[in-house]
Structures are given as C-alpha cells and as structure tokens.
C-alpha cells in the first residue's frame, strides 16, 4: 500500500531540520508528525530544548518547534509499507531537498531520527549541511534509553 508523507513543518527562520522516513500509520490518519503515542520523539526533544512538548496539542507543539527555529519532515514523499514499521518501506519516492537553500536560507543542521532516515545523510551532506543521524525515537528504541536522551539533548542544547 503506497503511503504519502505529510508537508514540510519549516520557514526562511528554520536553523535545523529534522527529518524522520514515512509517517506510521497512526501519524498519516492524525495529520501530525509523530502521532503515534508510542513514539518518543515529543518527549526526547521537549526534554532536550527545555520543554513540555509532550503535554501540549499539535498546533502549540508546532509554535514551539518554530520558535526554537526547529523543522519537521521526512525523506520520503511516499512508499509502500506494510503497517508502519521503518524496515519495511519499500519504493520510496525521496522528498525535493533541492529548494532547501532557498526556502530555508539559514538551514545549517539536518538530523535524521533513526537508520532509515540516516541512509539519506550523505545526501544532505553533499549539499553543503551540517548532518547528524541521531538514535530512532521510536518506542521499540528504548532499550538504549540513557544513550539515546544524551545525543538527542547534545545536538538540541547547542
């Protein structure tokens, strides 16, 4: 079954964008970047840029990812999968990167949230950005959660 990204979360003020593979199941019915409440992204970056990002709607959740010049998206566009585990995206359609120096002019740090998503790195880094792969936000990932909580807050406490 093909499944389709959602739009970019950024603005010319975004300053480090980070970028998941394909919205889960529960994400794409929501409409919200990382709807699933078994995921711990909102936690993982509320706690590394010193807010309660968990506790708040979407909406305040995108106001403050703004504010802290944060962006959201994903490499893929679309692709089939099967339920919504990463491993299992199979033709993907990649995003348009190319219009980031121009829709995004002071874009310096790209991160992507887990392996998947990190295979597309050096494609960003070949555009001229600073890249980091971090540790998947995902709640199967908790099992390194000490290690994870440290790389997400080192690359958003900068």
Not at 20 to 36: A, F, T, V
Request: positive net charge.
């Amino acid at each position: 079954m093909i499944k389709r990204g959602l739009p970019a979360v950024l603005d010319e003020n975004t300053r480090i964008l980070i970028l998941g593979s394909l919205p889960s199941d529960e994400s794409i019915r929501k409409q919200q970047y990382y709807g699933n409440l078994g995921n711990d992204f909102w936690r993982l970056l509320g706690d590394a840029i010193g807010a309660d990002l968990q506790s708040m709607d979407y909406n305040r959740r995108l106001e403050t990812l703004r504010h802290n010049r944060i962006g959201l998206w994903d490499v893929f566009n679309a692709g089939s999968r099967e339920g919504s585990l990463d491993s299992r995206i199979g033709d993907e359609e990649i995003n348009d990167f190319s219009s980031l120096q121009k829709i995004v002019p002071e874009l310096k740090l790209v991160c992507f949230n887990g392996k998947k998503a990190g295979e597309y790195e050096p494609l960003l880094r070949e555009m001229g950005y600073e890249t980091k792969v971090l540790p998947s936000s995902s709640g199967a990932n908790r099992r390194f959660s000490k290690k994870r909580i440290m790389e997400w807050e080192t690359i958003f406490k900068r």
